[in-house]
């Protein structure tokens, strides 16, 4: 194993790294969450949310940083 420099990676790439992963993660444990409470609807509305999150997340990402 060997280390891995990330000196390069910008602040604001890491904070918009770090808030699109924990809106990502958080929206899709949610939305199991309540598919397992038998509220399926706002389950997959959870579950819309992420994609949509991860969507917002690929267009930022191609527009600044690509």
Request: glycine share 8%; aromatic share 16%; hydrophobic share 65%.
């Amino acid at each position: 194993m060997t280390l891995v420099d990330v000196s390069d990676i910008s602040a604001s790439l890491f904070i918009i790294g770090v808030v699109f992963l924990l809106l990502i993660f958080g929206l899709l444990s949610l939305g199991i969450l309540r598919m397992f409470q038998q509220r399926f609807r706002y389950g997959w509305v959870c579950f819309a949310g992420a994609v949509v999150s991860f969507i917002a997340l690929m267009i930022i990402l191609n527009k600044w940083y690509v």
